[in-house]
């Protein structure tokens, strides 16, 4: 209803689209981020949903290309260029492992969210990595790590894994 009467609302649209997502339709999540990105084509909340959006549908080419829009969205044109080498070198993996390791030195000399150094070690298939900074997410409550552990499909290769099943239990979130 929100969005009906404020269709324009970016807070709203993101809402209405991160259950999408979150529920496995995917390619509804994709027309409402690509919706949004046509009248606000710098949201940067919506290229990150939009590139994992692709990531679960295995489009990793377009998950790839939001990716870089949304660190070209917030101006750190070090991680979008981390992304660009990467990939030249490795293929898409190589350019997630490379954002995420740029990211991981980063915090080492300044505050960042450990959730989306999680994200992208996930995308780039580095599980262990992806469960280290869940931890960390933990230790610096990162406001976004209950819903990457409570039903973010982007997770779904950590879930059966004893480390995350035990970050579930110690958040007293549902396993």
Not at 53 to 69: D, G, H, Q, T, V
Not at 116 to 122: E, G, K, R, S
Not at 130 to 153: F, I, Q, T
Request: proline share 6%.
């Amino acid at each position: 209803r929100a969005l009906q009467l404020d269709p324009l609302n970016e807070i709203v649209q993101l809402a209405h689209g991160a259950p999408l997502l979150f529920a496995g339709r995917y390619d509804e999540a994709i027309v409402q981020w690509r919706k949004m990105l046509r009248t606000s084509p710098q949201n940067p909340g919506a290229h990150w949903l939009l590139s994992e959006s692709f990531f679960c549908k295995a489009m990793y080419e377009e998950s790839l290309a939001e990716m870089k829009a949304y660190y070209s969205s917030i101006g750190d044109r070090e991680v979008e260029e981390a992304l660009t080498q990467g990939y030249a070198q490795s293929g898409y993996r190589g350019a997630m492992r490379r954002a995420a390791d740029m990211l991981a030195a980063r915090a080492r000399t300044t505050y960042v969210l450990p959730g989306d150094v999680a994200m992208l070690y996930v995308m780039a298939g580095e599980k262990a990595q992806a469960l280290e900074w869940l931890e960390k997410a933990l230790e610096v409550r990162d406001p976004g790590l209950p819903s990457m552990l409570n039903g973010d499909p982007t997770f779904e290769t950590l879930r059966s894994d004893p480390r995350f099943q035990a970050l579930l239990r110690r958040m007293n979130l549902p396993q």
